[in-house]
């Protein structure tokens, strides 16, 4: 069964950094491309970075380039993106999903990036 449980998200000030985790099960990270994406208040969902596990080929967005690093670790399952330079703009729900995305996600994990 596919689930996503991600973490690691709080509050932060801008030009801070934080590290999200997600704990993936249900997914052969070897057949898959992982993916980060976030929902800020009022907005669309939008894909923030992707990975491809199995060569660790990576694309961003162009409002997150240069400042985050996604990385997956298929033994344990797990997907992170390393933020750093916290824009307010980037408060948001991050979640992590397949790329394309499953028509199932977690609950998220909420960044507010506020001074």
């Known amino acids: 069964q596919v689930a996503f449980v991600e973490s690691g998200g709080g509050l932060v000030q801008p030009g801070g950094s934080l590290r999200l985790s997600c704990a993936v099960s249900?997914?052969?990270?070897?057949?898959?491309?992982m993916a980060w994406y976030r929902q800020a208040p009022g907005k669309q969902r939008e894909l923030v970075a992707r990975i491809t596990p199995d060569n660790d080929f990576t694309r961003y967005a162009d409002a997150v380039k240069g400042r985050a690093t996604i990385s997956a670790d298929s033994a344990k399952g797990t997907v992170h993106l390393q933020m750093g330079a916290l824009k307010p703009e980037d408060t948001a729900v991050y979640y992590c999903?397949?790329?394309?995305?499953?028509?199932?996600w977690g609950q998220g994990t909420q960044v507010t990036v506020s001074s």
């Open positions: 999903n397949t790329y394309p995305s499953r028509n199932l």
């Open positions: 249900g997914v052969t990270f070897r057949l898959a491309v």
